[in-house]
């Protein structure tokens, strides 16, 4: 029993964030209390106010507050590209590259396994979404990894039929990595050298 | 404009805690959001109660939400023995090695040129800490650096006169380093081997 019960709560708190220890937890819980309350006050209001107020895009289905995402409600984006990836996190990572087509989010990826099928991420709302859209090319940017590829290789299969351009971000970014973590100088050549899906 | 409003702020509260940089705030932000909502709530909640209601121990001015710290709150203490530390950290570092005495908490360390002296660290206080008590050792445990040392040598000094045992902890602890980095079994080797401080 080192710590009084508000710390040891503060300290137990901090471990959901991911990449934190007990170390870690403890230092950050220090550090505030001796020397940024103001921080820990303001940091307390934001979770608050996210955690209760953002929900879903209606559109592309990313996190926000609002009915729609700033993507989404830019008017000086390119209706005809559509990029789908697996999470809010994969469209900053995108947006940073300098694309500014438009949006769709899926619930992670096709995981047989898992009983994770095409309802379960989303696919017949992405369908929903390309055919209200004027799109003529949709750029697959699921992560590079297995469940990844297999996911691209079902969008492209059902799109097929509908004549618009199916393409994949190019194998610049590594197999078996995760998306969000690929630097902007890598993400960016893979979106250049992207290309059509071979059926 | 990627990141929509809420979003955004809980990014920006997130860089406040120590080793955390805009991906990572990215990344916490992300999963507190998609996947541990109550995870968040948790968090902000403890993040206020802490920041609102924990004080300073009126004994030895650890960081506690009560008058005393649970250290000495504890009636099954060794009053004959007292530690001196830089920070609350090192309160909860030192007590894993086992340590069953009182403690008191610096101020940090002496540093003359940013105009920290004897009162700025708290010095007076020690002083009257170790007056009402009934302490037959005083053990040194300030950070192995060259501060460290030198309040060390100073507080040896000063209490010098009054017919206590002033002991250093051993150098096991690694020179340049931060006590509450230290592992467990270092620190309790350099509590094992402290010994006078010679003036
Ligand atoms: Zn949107
Ligand atoms: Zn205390």
């Given at each position: 029993?080192?710590?009084?019960?508000l710390?040891?709560?503060?300290i137990?708190a901090?471990r959901?964030?991911?990449?934190?220890g007990?170390k870690?937890?403890?230092?950050?819980?220090m550090q505030?209390l001796?020397?940024?309350?103001?921080?820990g006050?303001?940091?307390?209001s934001a979770?608050q106010?996210a955690?209760d107020g953002?929900?879903h895009?209606?559109?592309?289905?990313?996190l926000?507050?609002?009915?729609?995402?700033p993507?989404?409600?830019?008017p000086?984006?390119?209706?005809?590209l559509?990029?789908v990836?697996?999470?809010?996190m994969?469209v900053?990572a995108?947006?940073?590259?300098?694309f500014?087509?438009?949006?769709?989010?899926l619930k992670?990826?096709?995981?047989?396994l898992?009983?994770l099928?095409?309802?379960?991420?989303g696919?017949?709302?992405l369908l929903?979404r390309?055919?209200?859209g004027?799109f003529t090319e949709?750029?697959?940017?699921t992560?590079?990894?297995?469940?990844?590829?297999?996911?691209s290789?079902y969008?492209?299969?059902?799109?097929a039929?509908?004549?618009?351009?199916?393409s994949?971000?190019?194998h610049g970014v590594?197999?078996g990595?995760e998306?969000?973590?690929?630097d902007n100088g890598?993400l960016?050549?893979a979106?250049?050298?992207r290309?059509?899906i071979?059926?």
């Open positions: 029993m080192s710590y009084s019960p710390i040891r709560q503060l137990d901090l959901i964030l991911p990449g934190v007990q870690s937890a403890q230092r950050m819980a505030m001796e020397r940024d309350r103001s921080g006050l303001r940091l307390s979770l106010a955690m953002v929900g895009c209606k559109n592309c289905r990313t926000t507050e609002n009915e729609l995402c993507q989404c409600a830019d000086d984006r390119d209706d005809t559509l990029c990836v697996e999470s809010p994969d900053f995108v947006d940073q590259t300098g500014r087509g438009r949006y769709f989010v992670g990826h096709l995981s047989p898992d009983g099928g095409p309802e379960a991420i696919i017949p709302e929903e390309i055919e209200s004027a949709v750029i697959v940017a992560n590079p990894t297995v469940e990844g590829e297999a996911t290789h969008i492209a299969q059902i799109l039929p509908r004549g618009i351009t199916i994949r971000i190019a590594p197999l990595g998306l969000d973590l690929v890598t960016t050549h979106f250049a050298g290309k059509p071979a059926l």
